[in-house]
């Protein structure tokens, strides 16, 4: 069920728009019940009285027992309700060390509001993914992409972009690695893996169909499934044999899936550089190799 994190009078708190709690609430989509999206709304809504209040009140205030208050904390990652309201702090001082920018974007929006809203949101979510991201799944992913002898990248729609950019950077460092664009294709290419393969997945819901299909066929043929999403309970995730969440604030006008793509490229930076080290000299001779032909393309060579 969606959060609905407005107050219910619709004026005075300080919503949560950024930070750990709202990351990790955002990252659980659809798949809370009404009773725990109405909770965590709440907390969004209102954390500074959920700081100030105990178990208790806020479960009387919100009109439902303790007991469904602690499950959703669980359900957004937290071991209970101390956990989050530890979290919560935290995020509340940031948040008022921040300008806070709350409002939607509309044809009212200037075009100096509209650059700084757009790169802040960015620039939060950048920060939010240290929170989201699992090392733990990073460093598994790191391990597989370092051994691989084929890498399949997968995106489609706003994320077909990042996953040719992927490809790309991942070939100039030595890897055989594509990204096909069709859906066909890409289900095409996902059969002719086998083990010590890796496909890489992107897709902002995790919910794309033409990225699962491909997912599940990678999987049949042996590959090593990585993948980089927005919603940590998804379809996608819960094929992959390792998942980096990495999601973006709704700022209006569909642009939350843009604003997670700046994140999702920046979580590949992190697989990329980790990869990068590991190999040492073989990482150094491909990128000095890549140079060489970037400079053979300059246009100061062609004077």
Not at 35 to 59: F, H, M
Not at 82 to 90: C, G, I
Not at 146 to 172: C, M, W
Not at 177 to 189: M, R
Request: charged share 20%; proline share 2%; aromatic share 4%.
């Amino acid at each position: 069920m969606a959060i609905d994190q407005k107050p219910a009078d619709g004026t005075g708190p300080r919503a949560l728009g950024s930070g750990q709690v709202y990351s990790r609430v955002k990252s659980c989509g659809n798949t809370l019940n009404s009773s725990e999206a109405r909770v965590l709304g709440y907390v969004l809504a209102r954390p500074d009285q959920v700081v100030d209040s105990s178990l208790a009140e806020i479960a009387t205030e919100i009109g439902t027992a303790t007991s469904t208050v602690v499950r959703a904390c669980q359900s957004a990652g937290f071991t209970g309700f101390q956990d989050l309201k530890l979290a919560l702090a935290k995020d509340i001082a940031l948040r008022d060390e921040q300008v806070v920018h709350s409002a939607g974007i509309g044809v009212e929006t200037s075009a100096a509001q509209l650059v700084r809203r757009i790169l802040f949101a960015t620039a939060q979510t950048l920060r939010d993914a240290v929170e989201t991201v699992d090392a733990l799944a990073l460093e598994g992913a790191i391990e597989k992409t370092v051994f691989a002898s084929r890498i399949l990248v997968v995106g489609n729609g706003a994320s077909a972009s990042p996953a040719q950019d992927a490809a790309y950077r991942l070939s100039a460092l030595g890897y055989w690695a594509i990204a096909p664009q069709g859906a066909i294709e890409q289900h095409l290419a996902a059969t002719r893996l086998s083990s010590g393969d890796v496909a890489l997945l992107i897709s902002h819901t995790g919910r794309t169909m033409e990225t699962i299909t491909t997912a599940r066929e990678a999987a049949r043929a042996g590959a090593a499934l990585i993948s980089i999403t927005s919603f940590a309970a998804s379809p996608l995730v819960e094929v992959s044999d390792f998942a980096l969440v990495a999601g973006g604030p709704d700022q209006g006008l569909q642009l939350e899936a843009l604003t997670s793509r700046s994140t999702h490229l920046a979580v590949f930076d992190a697989l990329l550089v980790g990869v990068a080290v590991r190999r040492g000299r073989y990482s150094k001779s491909a990128l000095d190799l890549m140079s060489r032909i970037s400079d053979e393309h300059s246009a100061q060579t062609w004077r």
